[in-house]
């Protein structure tokens, strides 16, 4: 199948490093999105990688690793506000994307 | 820009009712799509547009249809509602490929909540 694996819920403190991993199937791989969904609210746009190796945008990086099917998104200095889900999603040959079921991420003070 | 937006923000419909969702963006995309989300199922794939004039299905395409007659708007359609059309509905768009590889990102409208007693 085409399944995405992430965790379903996650909780860490404010000020801390957490990292929240997803496990995609590798065949017609076509690159790896993060998005971050706030309750009530449409998914935003957080990364984007499609080769091997760790993508940092401020706060926030990405890794990838193609051979073994991984990623991770690495949020670093946690806020209150980076409290939300989560979503890992897979491109394959084609300009539709898998979703995963998203991480929900709480950040207690 | 105002970039993807939805209308209504909020309906509610009874069973058997019928209505549209439009979905427009200012950012001449070429790809649309429409997405259901709920509790437990994440994002699922309903119908999407790879420009002006054509249509497919996605994952879960019964009891909706769309339109793309200009490639700025995207209508969704449920003839005939039921209670398990209940959810959130969005809608994205992505450009046509300028990544030397890979795909495009994708960007949601607000959405779209919408209850069927």
């Known amino acids: 199948g085409q399944n995405i694996d992430q965790p379903t819920e996650m909780t860490a403190t404010e000020g801390a490093i957490v990292q929240i991993n997803c496990t995609y199937q590798?065949?017609?791989?076509?690159?790896l999105f993060w998005y971050q969904q706030h309750a009530g609210e449409a998914p935003t746009f957080l990364s984007y990688n499609v080769l091997d190796g760790l993508e940092e945008k401020g706060r926030f990086s990405s890794f990838l690793s193609r051979s073994k099917g991984y990623s991770y998104l690495l949020l670093k200095e946690l806020q209150m506000k980076d409290s939300a889900s989560y979503l890992c999603a897979r491109a394959g040959n084609n300009r539709k994307l898998i979703w995963g079921l998203g991480t929900s991420l709480a950040v207690n003070p | 820009n105002a970039g993807v937006t939805q209308t209504p923000k909020f309906r509610v419909l009874k069973t058997g009712q019928s209505m549209t969702l439009l979905c427009a963006q200012d950012m001449n995309h070429e790809y649309m799509y429409w997405y259901r989300q709920d509790p437990g199922m994440g994002l699922r794939l309903i119908h999407y547009?790879?420009?002006?004039?054509?249509?497919a299905k996605g994952e879960v395409p019964d009891g909706y249809n769309v339109s793309r007659l200009k490639k700025q708007n995207f209508l969704l359609g449920l003839e005939s509602a039921a209670p398990s059309q209940t959810s959130v509905y969005f809608c994205?768009?992505?450009?046509?490929?300028?990544?030397?590889?890979?795909?495009?990102?994708?960007?949601f409208g607000p959405g779209t909540r919408l209850l069927v007693l």
């Open positions: 994205a768009s992505s450009p046509r490929k300028v990544r030397l590889s890979g795909q495009e990102t994708q960007y």
């Open positions: 590798t065949s017609g791989f076509n690159g």
């Open positions: 547009s790879v420009g002006e004039g054509t249509t």
